[in-house]
Nanobody, 117 residues
């Protein structure tokens, strides 16, 4: 059974940083694509960063240069370092892992990030 658990969300002020972590079990992050989405109130869930199994990354324009995704294969975790946070970054953040073989996506339960201006 695949399970993803996010942690690290919270309330910060604009300009500060947060580091989100996603712990995976039942699936290896090292051989699959991973990434983060976010969903703000009243808005659709949007992709913000993906990392292929080979390590190629794609960042949305809204976070490029401020957010960094990383993967710890030994711990089977995915992290998202968020710098220079803005009020518009406030959202629930979800990590996901895409099974390279069957193309199924697995999601965590989400972690709330709130940035006060």
């Amino acid at each position: 059974q695949v399970r993803l658990v996010e942690s690290g969300g919270g309330l910060v002020q604009a300009g500060e940083s947060l580091r989100l972590s996603c712990s995976a079990s039942g699936i290896l992050v090292s051989v699959n694509a991973v990434g983060w989405y976010r969903q703000a109130p009243g808005k659709q869930r949007e992709p913000i960063v993906t990392m292929s199994a080979e390590g190629t990354t794609y960042y949305s324009d809204s976070v490029k240069g401020r957010f960094t995704i990383s993967r710890d294969n030994a711990k089977n975790t995915v992290a998202l370092l968020m710098n220079s946070l803005r009020s518009e970054d406030s959202a629930v953040y979800y990590c996901y892992v895409r099974n390279t073989w069957n193309k199924l996506d697995y999601w965590g339960q989400g972690t709330q990030v709130t940035v006060s201006s």
